[in-house]
């Protein structure tokens, strides 16, 4: 069975850090994309970040220079460094998977999510 459980979620103020962590099981991380999302109340979910099998990545624009995606194959982790946080980054933040990565960042075309952990940053 795929699972996937996200922690580090937390409150903030902005211009802090957060490191995000989903521990995967069922699957390896070496096979599958691994992504981040989150949503906001009363927004769509949208895509954060991305992973490849092949470690490469992808980022939102609204992220990329504060957010880094990486993994680590061996523990089957994921991780969300977040820095200069900034208050429209609170949300609700889901780790993801599935086997095909070209659909990025359409949420509907990930197979397999975590329960989220929320990130609040006040200003």
């Known amino acids: 069975q795929l699972e996937l459980l996200e922690s580090g979620g937390g409150s903030v103020q902005a211009g802090g850090s957060l490191r995000l962590s989903c521990v995967v099981s069922?699957?390896?991380?070496?096979?599958?994309?691994i992504s981040w999302f989150r949503q906001a109340p009363g927004k769509e979910r949208e895509g954060v970040a991305t992973?490849?099998?092949?470690?490469?990545?992808k980022y939102a624009d609204s992220v990329k220079g504060r957010f880094t995606i990486s993994k680590d194959n061996a523990k089957n982790v994921l991780y969300l460094q977040m820095n200069s946080l900034k208050p429209e980054d609170t949300a609700m933040y889901y780790c993801?998977?599935?086997?095909?990565?070209?659909?990025?960042?359409?949420?509907?075309?990930?197979?397999?999510w975590g329960q989220g952990t929320q990130v609040t940053v006040s200003s």
């Open positions: 993801a998977a599935d086997l095909v990565c070209m659909y990025w960042p359409d949420p509907e075309r990930m197979g397999y």
């Open positions: 069922g699957f390896t991380s070496s096979s599958h994309c």
């Open positions: 992973i490849d099998p092949d470690s490469s990545t």
